[in-house]
């Protein structure tokens, strides 16, 4: 099964066309202008010319060339291309210009429920985080799919392609296979950090919340200087958490509850710039991964 997406109306006018030498100007500029600096130019060429080659003749024509350069202005085929490999994305089947195939993932989201607009505000907040647990699967594949959402984050930390903010951590942008592996079905809610800084740099403040990128990427406001700081105040592994706590707490086995609590929590203080606190990022990532993959490691969900 698959999904087909289309952004506009298909025309070949809309791909200027590519210069020839396309492994080095192409990427590089997708390279600058998605990505920043950082990514291995290498590894994106490669990832780029193996999309390109849509007949698999180990070439690259014009037509090729220019519907592959359609495709990669958008920002969310872009980052899914980059993600895929490590499976954190639905696979790319096919694409023409910017109309393009995508895996289907058959279910989602991550968890909840959703209520319909009228009953939203009757609900109470606490009932309906309660409800969004109860159509969840078994611990252990619940378990296993949190692994996959904190393989992600660690891949998006300072990974091959740089490093990305997730701004907006919902469940509704994640969903799970037949396999119970996990999939970000929304790129559109990840930023490179250094677009993330660039757009904090700039943005004019009177308090801590008006410094806001997307929906939940915050960092402080500067009251002298009147702009934004670009320090993000929380990594993603400490959103993660946050997201995953109920999910993984409720049906968890007793006598795991305790420490899974307790590392949660740990997680989810976690604050500042993450760049500058690799080493306990790292030490509160790996115990938590540790700890479910003792749970599932015997069992058919491994």
Excluded at 91 to 103: I, K, P, S, V, W
Excluded at 269 to 276: C, I
């Amino acid at each position: 099964m698959f999904n087909i997406v289309t952004k506009r109306d298909l025309t070949w006018d809309l791909a200027p066309p590519l210069p020839l030498d396309l492994s080095s100007d192409m990427s590089l500029s997708v390279r600058q202008s998605k990505l920043g600096e950082d990514p291995n130019l290498a590894s994106l060429v490669s990832q780029i010319l193996s999309v390109a080659d849509g007949n698999r003749d180990g070439r690259v024509s014009l037509p090729e060339a220019r519907s592959t350069w359609a495709l990669l202005q958008m920002d969310e085929v872009l980052l899914g291309l980059l993600l895929q490999d490590r499976g954190h994305t639905p696979r790319l089947l096919g694409y023409c210009g910017d109309l393009y195939m995508t895996e289907r993932v058959p279910y989602g989201p991550l968890y909840g429920l959703s209520l319909p607009w009228p009953l939203v505000s009757w609900v109470p907040g606490g009932l309906q985080r309660a409800m969004d647990q109860w159509f969840t699967p078994s611990w252990p594949r619940k378990a296993k799919i949190s692994m996959g959402l904190l393989e992600l984050v660690e891949d998006i930390f300072h990974g091959t392609y740089g490093s990305f903010l997730i701004c907006d951590l919902a469940a509704a942008h994640f969903g799970y296979t037949d396999r119970h592996e996990l999939r970000l079905t929304n790129t559109r809610v990840m930023v490179p950090e250094d677009e993330f800084r660039r757009s904090m740099q700039v943005l004019k403040c009177e308090t801590d919340a008006d410094c806001v990128y997307g929906v939940d990427c915050h960092t402080s406001c500067d009251s002298t200087a009147r702009r934004c700081r670009v320090e993000p105040l929380q990594p993603n592994l400490a959103k993660a958490c946050g997201a995953l706590k109920d999910y993984l707490l409720r049906g968890a086995p007793s006598e795991l509850r305790e420490e899974l609590e307790q590392q949660l929590y740990s997680c989810m203080a976690l604050r500042g710039n993450a760049g500058q606190m690799n080493m306990e990022h790292s030490l509160i990532l790996n115990n938590l991964k540790a700890l479910l993959w003792r749970q599932i490691s015997h069992t058919k969900d491994s």
